[in-house]
T-cell receptor
Framework: EPEVTQTPSHQVTQMGQEVILRCVPI?????FYWYRQILGQKVEFLVS????????KSEIFDDQFSVERPDGSNFTLKIRSTKLEDSAMYFC?????????????FGEGSRLTVL | KQEVTQIPAALSVPEGENLVLNCSFT??????LQWFRQDPGKGLTSLLL?????REQTSGRLNASLDKSSGRSTLYIAASQPGDSATYLC??????????FGAGTILRVKS
């Protein structure tokens, strides 16, 4: 069964360092997303991406964050200068269709720990 | 701003019981509602997607209903098993392209 894959599963970094989280969405999907879940809190939306551009972003997704689809298969989230409060589980998701019909499929997540 | 609430926050039941998880949302202008399962430290597994025009969806022992006008959804799990133990999350998609999640119901099924 097709699935969303994410790497790394866990990354530990020092505050101020750059981090890149990688995702391979399901191959025929057109819409890509990043969500995050701080320990003990709700899953929250970061950004959606379609047709090689950001379609929507939350107030969390500030200038420290960027997304890219560098080739036909990968979708990345970059955090330019990590802060302690960026520690969270980051989930990539993809869907075949948009809001009206699209069921989202999530990856296993990348746990980011900022020291 | 859409708010999603799930009740109860935690539930412990003996194996074999039928149970109901509740989800409510404040803005009824939604495209769809999705139920997920999350095991500890793991990703989100999609269980059921209900479009706004639908009243319910079924998958195996799971049945989800949607009452859009009252802002409610329920997830019914029949004949619960220890393997059903997990956190169940409800999420709604409104006129943006994002899902808004509830805090989840932590389910424990005792053998």
């Amino acid at each position: 069964e097709p699935e969303v894959t994410q790497t790394p599963s866990h990354q530990v970094t020092q505050m101020g360092q750059e981090v890149i989280l990688r995702c391979v969405p399901i191959s025929n999907h057109l819409y890509f997303y990043w969500y995050r879940q701080i320990l003990g809190q709700k899953v929250e939306f970061l950004v959606s991406f379609y047709n090689n551009e950001i379609s929507e972003k939350s107030e969390i997704f500030d200038d420290q964050f960027s997304v890219e689809r560098p080739d036909g298969s990968n979708f990345t989230l970059k955090i330019r200068s990590t802060k302690l409060e960026d520690s969270a589980m980051y989930f990539c998701a993809s869907s075949e269709g948009d809001r009206a019909v699209g069921e989202l499929f999530f990856g296993e997540g990348s746990r980011l720990t900022v020291l | 701003k859409q708010e999603v609430t799930q009740i109860p926050a935690a539930l412990s039941v003996p194996e074999g019981e039928n149970l109901v998880l509740n989800c409510s949302f404040t803005d009824s202008a939604i495209y769809n509602l999705q139920w997920f399962r999350q095991d500890p430290g793991k990703g989100l597994t999609s269980l059921l997607l209900i479009q706004s025009s639908q009243r319910e969806q079924t998958s195996g022992r799971l049945n989800a209903s949607l009452d859009k006008s009252s802002g409610r959804s329920t997830l019914y799990i029949a004949a619960s098993q220890p393997g059903d133990s997990a956190t169940y999350l409800c999420a709604v998609r409104g006129y943006g392209n994002k899902l808004v999640f509830g805090a989840g119901t932590i389910l424990r099924v005792k053998s």
